[in-house]
């Protein structure tokens, strides 16, 4: 990965994690599903007049993408926060990067190095640690959905990069618009006082609102698209574990969440386990990421056919 692609890959997790903080304090004011349901129909709003109409061979796969990224993805993480604690959720969405690693493998031909697997095994450890955290509630059905999510997160991960490579913003504008109608029939049948939200919202609301729509949607998605295209999904997805140590931290902050040692300590393993899969000196010299789009006219090639491209997408 260049410099560059580091430094976005190093700033999407930090823009989602403090994410779960902003969310927090936006479902004080609104009903989840209908402020999620907001939120993309703004991001549509604001991307869809310089972006370019979907093609016959991208419709499919741009829904598909939709349901796993957008509508249950976002879905399960805006119903668990609504009932659990910011912290405790960001850890248990980042089961998303194993998911991704492991259905990269038989779909997209992409056998995870031993560098990658040693980080990842690390890196739960550490966030391992942080749920054992003793003055952490942890309740179970908030976490169920988060976990969820993570699986949906990890599908539509894999669904972008094999049916890829997208123009990052064009795909972000049209997930967001098929998005919408899905979560707000949802809001229609299961939540109450959407209208009245939108006229009794205090100011601290809205901007929660803004930076889900600005730094979270259209920054965050927008330069994890273009990092999905580039590089392949073992040197990026061990990134987003990043997450947790960046949602403590803004839990800490900003919502004055107690800092253990035992918390610290998961989240600097975590970190630890992120540089791990980075590691060139895990690396086989030569082996490098080089974007590619896999066939959609076959099945990806099997992993016997691809071990002298390992490291590479394929």
Do not use: D
């Amino acid at each position: 990965m260049s410099p560059i692609e580091i430094a976005c890959a190093l700033l999407v997790p930090l823009l989602w994690g403090f994410q779960f903080v902003v969310i927090k304090v936006g479902l004080t004011a609104f009903p989840p599903l209908f402020f999620l349901g907001l939120r993309f129909a703004i991001i549509a709003a604001l991307v869809l007049p310089f972006v370019g109409r979907l093609t016959r061979r991208e419709l499919g796969p741009v829904v598909g993408i939709s349901i796993f990224m957008g509508g249950l993805n976002f879905g399960l993480v805006y119903a668990g926060l609504a009932h659990g604690e910011a912290g405790v959720l960001a850890v248990a969405f980042q089961l998303q990067t194993p998911f991704t690693v492991l259905l990269a493998w038989p779909l997209l031909g992409e056998r995870p190095p031993l560098r990658v697997v040693l980080g990842v095994a690390v890196a739960f450890a550490g966030v391992g640690l942080t749920v054992a955290a003793p003055t952490v509630p942890i309740e179970l059905l908030p976490t169920l959905l988060v976990i969820g999510a993570g699986l949906a997160m990890a599908i539509g991960n894999v669904l972008t990069k094999r049916y890829g490579p997208f123009e990052p913003l064009k795909l972000m504008a049209w997930v967001s618009l098929f998005t919408v109608p899905q979560v707000w029939v949802a809001s229609a049948l299961l939540e109450h006082g959407q209208l009245a939200s939108l006229h009794t919202s205090p100011p601290l609301a809205w901007v929660a609102f803004a930076y889900t729509v600005v730094l979270g949607g259209i920054a965050g998605f927008g330069l994890w698209f273009w990092l999905i295209a580039k590089c392949s999904m073992a040197r990026i997805a061990p990134y987003g574990l990043l997450q947790t140590a960046y949602a403590i931290a803004g839990g800490v902050i900003f919502l004055h969440e107690p800092l253990t040692a035992r918390l610290a300590a998961g989240a600097l393993i975590c970190i630890c386990g992120v540089a791990i899969t980075q590691s060139r000196s895990f690396a086989r010299p030569g082996a490098r990421s080089r974007p590619a789009s896999p066939s959609r006219a076959t099945p990806p090639e099997p992993v016997h056919q691809s071990r002298s491209t390992q490291g590479r997408t394929p």
